[in-house]
């Protein structure tokens, strides 16, 4: 049975931050319980190694962290968290006592449309003081940062030089953290600790023109997601839905990943082609190009 290197499960689409690099969604807000959440284990445990809690939303928000967690790690399954940092104070003892846990993933830029220049001293010592803990505890820690092209969000590329500069003073690494995330993708700060910069892309939207039919995506080749109410999508970019495969709480997982549509779609990129119109419409794709 094929094994994919990203599952994306998606344990609430309800986040407390207004991001704008974020798609606004018309989904119904939702958390997911933990039947749901172990059917999904069970389900996806032949597919995968680890599941990354995270494509729309906050995880952090979802109550039964805790008791995922549990169901991954009895599961023998490693989770990866992707979360915007503001409630790592609230559940660091849950997160590092986790022994499921893989690696977190910290949208730092998640900082510019939600709080004041004046607040962000106190946002970055409490990230700091996560990581330096986490670390110890031999989970993996990503910081993340967008917007490095000096794109289209106003003041960011401002923010995230202060950003670097108060994580040189945390860890004093003995290069030039700035000029380092300027020239690559990711940078390695110390031993399970790395920084990553990335420019501001088009999230597909089922809405706009066509970008392009001759695109290639690892959607369905390394990666799939689920979201909260249980839909299938192709890729963590597919935040509305638009190409649901299959519900997984009314049908197998394999059957929906060899379904007509899922074939039709991993054929499709194998020949640099996009079949479904979400697909010819998302500006991420152009990196493959």
């Not at 069970?42 to 928000?61: A, I, N, Q």
């Not at 609230?90 to 607040?119: M, Q, T």
């Not at 946002?123 to 031999?138: H, Q």
């Amino acid at each position: 049975m094929k094994k994919f290197k990203k599952v994306y499960i998606e344990i609430t689409n309800v986040c407390n931050l207004k991001c704008s690099f974020c798609p606004v969604s018309g989904r119904l807000p939702g958390f997911m319980d933990i039947k749901g959440f172990t059917h999904i284990i069970r389900e996806v445990k032949p597919f995968c190694d680890y599941v990354y809690l995270h494509l729309m939303g906050e995880p952090l928000l979802n109550p039964n962290l805790e008791s995922f967690l549990k169901i991954c790690y009895d599961s023998l399954i490693k989770v990866n968290i992707t979360t915007n940092g503001t409630l790592l104070n609230r559940c660091d003892e849950l997160l590092l006592n986790s022994k499921a846990l893989r690696k977190v993933s910290i949208s730092l830029h998640s900082f510019e449309a939600n709080e004041g220049n004046e607040l962000l001293d106190s946002y970055i010592n409490n990230t700091v003081s996560f990581i330096k803990k986490a670390v110890e505890k031999g989970i993996i820690c990503e910081l993340r940062l967008w917007n490095m092209d000096n794109g289209p969000i106003k003041g960011t590329n401002d923010m995230n030089d202060e950003i670097i500069r108060k994580l040189e003073e945390s860890f004093q690494p003995d290069f030039d953290l700035w000029l380092a995330v300027k020239n690559k993708p990711n940078v390695k700060l110390e031993d399970r600790l790395f920084i990553s910069g990335s420019e501001i892309f088009e999230w597909p939207d089922i809405s706009r023109d066509i970008i392009d039919e001759k695109v290639f995506c690892y959607g369905l080749r390394d990666q799939f997601g689920i979201l909260v109410d249980g839909t299938v999508v192709p890729c963590c970019l597919d935040s509305e839905g638009n190409i649901p495969l299959g519900n997984i709480f009314k049908e197998p997982l394999s059957d929906i990943l060899n379904s007509e549509r899922a074939l039709r779609i991993y054929d499709g990129f194998s020949g640099r082609k996009a079949v479904e119109e979400l697909c010819k419409k998302c500006g991420y794709a152009m990196r493959y190009k």
